[in-house]
């Protein structure tokens, strides 16, 4: 039997296909699976596909809370097979079998879609990253997964990224966040230090207060930043290590842009060419440190 929130307010059936963006990894602000290997990308596409099928459902404009989080626990009952199956949890479900990789990645991160549902303001840093614990960090767990990369050595520099990235779409969307959907990432604390309130998001420039809390709030992702940037280096596979070495190059910029920019009024991210130009860049380099580090190695051991 469906509860009233599975059946919707007409008593029909929500099907979770209808709740869909029509987004795709080519409009995310970072390359999904950009350069990685074919035999690599399947299931880091089947990944992506379970989570925007999820973060669809809990940015829906017209559902209710209760309606999303219902949607939300189907998704994750199909996941587990326990459940009615949802094509996109069913093929993750299977693709994770098949490889011997962790589903709880995937779950992770419907923890953070249910607190998108129901948490709409952050108190301080550390409740942010808690936050960032399961909307961002999984992600990048599970692609060093599936290229069998060393856990214990890459996690801490994955962590460090993906948080960084995650704040820093709160900050170059804040506005948006505010005010479709109520939600505000800046932190309580970081607003009443300069005298911010959220309210000051719905203006069409930012008062200065407000750039001065986004502004100490971009200065702590660089901080996270300069803990990531050895994660390339840290990564077996090549691909991956090129994909990680593009998104922290774009992510630095990124940081360098909100520094000066006003994300109320002025768009942050770069134009297609300047994103491309700024992944390869940072690609090239990765590859590039990957193509002198044997030498170092053994010019270090000789020594």
């Known amino acids: 039997m469906l509860s009233p929130s599975e059946q919707g307010i007409t008593g029909r059936m929500i099907e979770i296909a209808e709740t869909g963006s029509g987004k795709s990894h080519r409009d995310e602000n970072f390359p999904v699976a950009s350069i990685l290997a074919p035999h690599r990308r399947a299931p880091v596409m089947c990944f992506y596909n379970f989570v925007r099928a999820a973060d669809d459902i809990s940015d829906h404009p017209s559902l209710s809370a209760d309606e999303k989080l219902a949607l939300l626990d189907r998704l994750d009952d199909a996941l587990m097979g326990v459940g009615p199956d949802e094509e996109v949890a069913a ?8 490889r011997g990789l962790d589903r709880q ?23 942010l990253i808690d936050y960032c614990r399961y909307s961002a960090m999984p992600v990048g767990r599970f692609v ?25 779409n709160h900050l170059q969307d804040c506005a948006k966040d505010y005010q479709s959907l109520n939600r505000v990432y800046l932190t309580q604390e970081a607003l009443a230090a300069h005298g911010a309130n959220v ?14 809390a986004i502004r100490d709030l971009n200065d702590k992702t660089a901080q996270l930043l300069d803990q990531s940037r050895c994660f390339a280096d840290l ?23 909100l520094r ?9 991210h770069a134009g297609k060419l300047g994103f491309a130009l700024t992944g390869a860049r940072g690609a090239v380099a990765a590859l590039a440190r990957r193509l002198v580090r044997p030498r170092r190695l053994a010019m270090d051991a000789a020594q």
């Open 91 to 98: 093929r993750l479900r299977l693709i994770c079998a098949e």
């Open 235 to 257: 990564i077996d596979d090549t691909r991956l290590a090129m994909n990680v070495g593009a998104i922290q190059a774009l992510a630095e910029e990124l940081v360098a842009r």
């Open 105 to 127: 990645h995937a779950r992770d991160l419907l923890v953070a879609f249910r607190r998108d549902v129901t948490k709409l303001r952050y108190e301080n840093w550390d409740d």
């Open 199 to 212: 309210e000051m998001l719905a203006a069409p420039r930012a008062p200065e207060p407000l750039r001065a």
């Open 260 to 268: 000066v920019a006003d994300p109320l009024s002025e768009k942050v």
């Open 144 to 168: 060093c997964d599936v290229h069998g990369e060393n856990a214990s050595r890459t996690w801490p520099a994955n962590d460090a990224l993906c948080a960084a990235l995650q704040v820093i």
